[in-house]
């Protein structure tokens, strides 16, 4: 018996429930634009009335389950949510897919050649988004890989299937600012002595120094032994402390590029104690998940271009589902570069 909404959307376009339910499981082959506006409208009212079609019937009659998963690892972080709204309005709008999100616990990976393929299989999906977060867990790569969807990896640096954000090139932009500015000696603020397994903190870096080695300008690495956290540093915060000693040497940096808001907030109250004025003794660009709303004083912002990543792997899971094999990974530009503050 068909559903009340499909009843309620038939009413509305004066067609049946059957050629309703049709066009929203996709059998309705007719490409006569008439016939092509209306399916559109029905497709349309079903997802305002909060529709959701029947799998199975979906799947038999199209050949697709009409949904792509994101799936996380343990050691990923909140999602920002403009990507997350991104991704399901990029797959309803180019794919008329749903997102599903799945996560691979730690639990997943104790036997993971049994675990992670059963997980996978299972799922009743078109394809996989993968985003581990700060770092590949281990075997995760082949696992996922060894299945026979397509597969997207998100913020995940690699030759092919990958979509991420181009840290070199916007490390670069700061540092040509910077000089521009006047700038004389260049910092990188982080938070670990030891490098961060997550691809970003290295490119940050090369990008940023390489233009430094280039333009004969002294540039070095201010790490603070702690592990990576997002809160800003209090009075006795061993960032802040670093941050207190290296700015009042005479040859202290005055142009500071901070991998995080963490580091630029301890970067900003210490100069803000020792009466450094921000934009004259001092720049600070700092990178950033969302737009800070506690900072201390004027920086550049370099915000992470999440939704324009979630575009980027739209476009790849919809290429990879109609042509197959592998894709050209894609490094995405950041946009939102500006002042902040």
């Known amino acids: 018996m068909p559903s009340p909404i499909v009843r309620k959307i038939a009413q509305i376009i004066e067609v049946s429930p059957r050629t309703v339910e049709r066009a929203l499981n996709g059998e309705l082959k007719d490409t006569r634009p008439t016939i092509v506006a209306r399916n559109a409208r029905i ?15 979906r799947a ?18 909140l999602l920002p949510a403009r990507m997350l709204r991104r991704l399901c309005t990029g797959l309803h709008e180019r794919l008329d897919s749903e997102l599903k999100v799945t996560m691979l616990t730690d639990e997943t990976f104790e036997r993971a050649e049994v675990n992670v393929p059963k997980v996978l299989a299972e799922l009743s999906v078109d394809g996989l988004l993968v985003s581990p977060g700060t770092a590949l867990h281990e075997r995760a790569v082949d696992l996922v890989e ?15 299937d990958c979509v991420y954000p181009d840290e070199i090139e916007i490390s670069q932009r700061v540092a040509r600012d910077m000089l521009a500015a006047g700038c004389t000696r260049l910092a990188f603020a982080a938070l670990e002595q030891s490098p961060s397994k997550h691809f970003s903190r290295q490119n940050r870096w090369d990008g940023f120094a390489g233009v430094a080695a280039e333009a004969g300008v002294a540039c070095r690495v201010e790490s603070v032994a702690i592990p990576f956290v997002e809160q800003l540093p209090q009075a006795d915060d061993p960032r802040l402390r670093h941050w207190l000693d290296v700015l009042a ?7 500071v590029l901070c991998y995080g808001v963490s580091a630029a907030g ?18 600070v660009a700092s990178f950033c998940t969302n737009r800070p709303h506690a900072i201390m004083g004027p920086m550049q912002v370099c915000e992470v271009p999440f939704a324009e990543m979630a575009d980027a792997a739209v476009a790849m899971m919809a290429a990879k589902l109609e042509r197959g094999g592998h894709a050209e990974s894609c490094a995405v530009r950041y946009h939102d570069y500006g002042f902040w503050g």
């Open 249 to 255: 040497r005479p040859d202290r940096p005055d142009g």
């Open 60 to 77: 038999v009659a199209t050949g697709r389950f009409g949904c792509i998963a994101l799936v996380v690892m343990p050691e990923q972080e």
């Open 43 to 57: 497709k349309q009212l079903a997802r305002e009335m909060g529709y959701r079609p029947n799998a199975a019937a």
């Open 266 to 283: 301890a970067v900003l109250q210490a100069a803000a104690t020792l009466g450094l004025e921000l934009g004259r003794d001092l720049r």
């Open 146 to 160: 060894a299945n026979d969807l397509p597969v997207v990896w998100i913020n995940v640096q690699g030759v092919h």
